[in-house]
């Protein structure tokens, strides 16, 4: 057996969380394996809607187990609350048993919080945007090798250690940015916290994955975050602190290479991106502003107004070819009916040059995008069921796309409904 993956092509927000949910009832397991608490996955079924930082997005399918691997980093106080508030909408995942967390997955400090929002101060305008959850200091403290793992917090001198770190943490606030915030209830929220997560199983990932995979059983790897935030290959450094890439759940999970089986890509019919850093198809219009009202685009994490624009194919096709893409899914189709003509960008203007691909200084020189008018279609998406009712426009659409990026979509979503999904090759 082997490794099945689903990850963002684009930068963030595809629908990851809602279509892991529609493919969990066919996995005995559902493991992140990175980032943190920047994720919000949205899932919607039953009239009810969740939205998940830290948890799985296989967390409501009764056989299937879920886990957070060893490359994501863990806030306890952020996964306490989402505990907290599945327990309160009847999903109690103590007793349940469904969820598993890697000894290896690091912590996420209170403190790593109030560096994370001290560097963004400092860098005023030119500032990342990041989501102010952590993530980066705590990765930055992973690779510099005095981070602390969640097996750490059952060990008799873990209450030491944190110490130790914390008193870095401050000395790094007092004499870089000058200040440092209150943070004694945080902490205390974060040792309540710890004590919790102690409850349920501390796993070693790698050995858990792969004896699954020995067992015959089906895995599916949930990425965060997309391709173009990735930390090598995302138009850096306006970028998250991990690999979002397949390359990602090797490290994330403890698999290896040859045992990643599908790599299922998703993308937005057009695009979005929050937070700083280049766009080339941003739409700065009144289009723009439509595209968010009428696709909600608001951060599921933080409330940030998403930026707008059109699907970009140079960064997809790079995105495909980082992640050894198999198949794809397209989400937020609905959103475009209405508009009457849609675009696609097939290349960028770059110093003088028509080019197809995402140049390394994307982020000081400006690629201008080069834009393919498409007819829109009218008709209302999220209600159709059959492949019949698709319109005949958006089947251009679609036909259009696959052959531009030589990869199937077989998974259409026309709404944020778990029932909202269509497969188009079966
Ligand atoms: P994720 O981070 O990739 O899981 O995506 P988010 O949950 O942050 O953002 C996607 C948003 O779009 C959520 O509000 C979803 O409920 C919603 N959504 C997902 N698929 C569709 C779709 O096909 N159509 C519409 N209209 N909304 C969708
Ligand atoms: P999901 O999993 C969209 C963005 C932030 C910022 C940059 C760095 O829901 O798709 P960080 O907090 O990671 O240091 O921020 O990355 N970002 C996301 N954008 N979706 C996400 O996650 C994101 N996680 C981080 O806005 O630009
Ligand atoms: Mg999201």
């Not at 994720?39 to 799985?56: C, Q, R, S, Y």
């Not at 159709?384 to 005949?392: D, F, G, N, R």
Request: with cysteine; glycine share 10%.
């Amino acid at each position: 057996m082997a490794v099945d993956v689903l990850l963002g092509l684009q930068w963030g927000d595809e629908g990851k969380g809602k279509i892991v949910d529609v493919l969990s009832a066919g996995y005995d397991l559902i493991a992140r394996f990175q980032g943190g608490p920047n994720a919000g996955h949205t899932l919607e079924f039953d009239g009810k809607k969740f939205v998940l930082n830290t948890i799985p997005s296989g967390i409501f399918f009764e056989n299937t187990m879920n886990l957070i691997g060893n490359g994501v980093v863990i806030d306890p106080i952020t996964l306490k609350r989402e505990i907290d508030k599945l327990k309160d909408a009847g999903h109690d995942l103590l007793a349940k048993g469904n969820l598993m967390i890697a000894k290896k997955a690091h912590l996420i400090l209170p403190t790593h919080q109030l560096l994370d929002a001290a560097s963004e101060k400092r860098m005023g305008e030119g500032k990342i945007g990041s989501t102010l959850k952590g993530i980066g200091p705590t990765y930055m403290d992973k690779t510099g090798r005095n981070g602390l793992r969640v097996g750490d917090t059952t060990l008799p001198d873990f209450k030491e250690r944190y110490q130790k770190l914390v008193d870095k943490h401050v000395s790094m606030l007092t004499s870089l940015y000058g200040e440092v915030a209150d943070f004694s209830e945080r902490e205390a929220a974060f040792f309540e916290a710890v004590e919790l997560i102690n409850k349920f199983q501390l796993v070693d990932s790698e050995h858990l994955v792969n004896s699954y995979l020995k067992e015959g059983k089906k895995v599916l790897a949930e990425g965060a975050q997309g391709t173009m935030l990735d930390i090598d290959f995302g138009s850096y450094p306006f970028v998250t602190s991990s690999n979002t890439t397949t390359a990602g759940a090797c490290t994330g999970l403890g698999i290896a290479p040859n045992k990643i089986g599908e790599v299922i890509g998703i993308f937005k019919a057009y695009c979005t991106r929050v937070g700083g850093g280049p766009f080339p198809t941003e739409l700065n219009d009144e289009t723009g502003e439509e595209l968010r009202r009428i696709g909600h685009e608001f951060g599921a994490t933080t409330g940030r107004p998403r930026r707008t624009g059109w699907i970009d194919l140079p960064a997809l096709k790079y995105a495909i070819m980082l992640n050894g893409v198999t198949q794809m899914v397209m989400t937020k189709a609905d959103v475009l009916s209405g508009f009457d003509k849609i675009y696609a960008c097939t290349h960028y203007n770059y110093l003088g040059e028509k080019i197809d691909y995402m140049p390394y200084d994307i982020c000081c020189v400006e690629a201008v995008p080069v834009l393919k008018e498409i007819d829109g279609w009218n008709e209302d998406l999220t209600g159709i069921t059959e492949l019949s009712e698709i319109p005949a426009k958006l089947q251009s659409y679609i036909d259009y796309l696959e052959k531009e990026l030589e990869v199937p979509i077989k998974y259409l979503s026309v709404g944020p409904d778990r029932k909202q999904t269509l497969v188009l090759h079966p």
